[in-house]
Structure formats: structure tokens, C-alpha cells
């Protein structure tokens, strides 16, 4: 069966990752030929920084493109988003 959708965005905390995220970034990969993973948090929630969060995410979906925005000023993540949102083609289906 053929992907209903080009590209499906998955946007969370992950700060624990659980179940319930591997079980929405899985069926996004089932309906989609590209998944997206963004992880954002601020502040940083203590023992789930950046870094360990994107180890997870790596990890565990190590077919997704995985981004995690740092802790910051909006400016500087919806700078990265938007370079982002230019690198990844994105067509709304509803």
C-alpha cells in the first residue's frame, strides 16, 4: 500500500518519551513516506535536555528526521523552524 501522505510533523516535549509518542510517531510512518519528529522545551525540564531527548528520538525512529529546537528566545526557534519548513516540501490535506 502506497503512503496516503508525502510528509507527516510530529511536535512534542518528549520530555519523558513514551508509549503513547511512539505510537503516534509509528502511525504517522504508517500513513506517511516521511515523518518529521520536532521536539521543543522551554524551559528544559531537568534530566530531559536537548541532547538526551534527541538521542531518543534518533534511537527510536532512526527513519524520521529528527530536530530538537533548543531552549531559547522564540526569534531564534522560529528562525530554525522556518529554515526548516524550507528544507522539508509541506502540502496541508485535510
Given at each position: 500500500?502506497?503512503?496516503a501522505?508525502?510528509?507527516?510533523?510530529?511536535?512534542?516535549?518528549?520530555?519523558?518519551?513514551?508509549?503513547?509518542?511512539?505510537?503516534?510517531?509509528?502511525?504517522?510512518?504508517?500513513?506517511?513516506?516521511?515523518?518529521?519528529?520536532?521536539?521543543?522545551?522551554?524551559?528544559?525540564?531537568?534530566?530531559?535536555?536537548?541532547?538526551?531527548?534527541?538521542?531518543?528520538?534518533?534511537?527510536?525512529?532512526?527513519?524520521?528526521?529528527?530536530?530538537?529546537?533548543?531552549?531559547?528566545?522564540?526569534?531564534?526557534?522560529?528562525?530554525?523552524?522556518?529554515?526548516?519548513t524550507?528544507?522539508?516540501?509541506?502540502?496541508?490535506?485535510?
Amino acid at each position: 500500500m502506497s503512503a496516503a501522505f508525502g510528509v507527516g510533523l510530529v511536535v512534542g516535549k518528549f520530555a519523558p518519551l513514551h508509549k503513547g509518542h511512539v505510537l503516534v510517531v509509528e502511525h504517522a510512518a504508517s500513513l506517511c513516506r516521511r515523518v518529521v519528529v520536532i521536539s521543543y522545551s522551554s524551559p528544559e525540564l531537568p534530566g530531559y535536555e536537548a541532547e538526551r531527548r534527541e538521542t531518543w528520538l534518533k534511537a527510536c525512529f532512526p527513519n524520521a528526521t529528527v530536530l530538537v529546537l533548543p531552549s531559547g528566545s522564540w526569534d531564534a526557534t522560529s528562525r530554525l523552524f522556518l529554515q526548516t519548513t524550507r528544507r522539508v516540501s509541506f502540502s496541508a490535506s485535510l
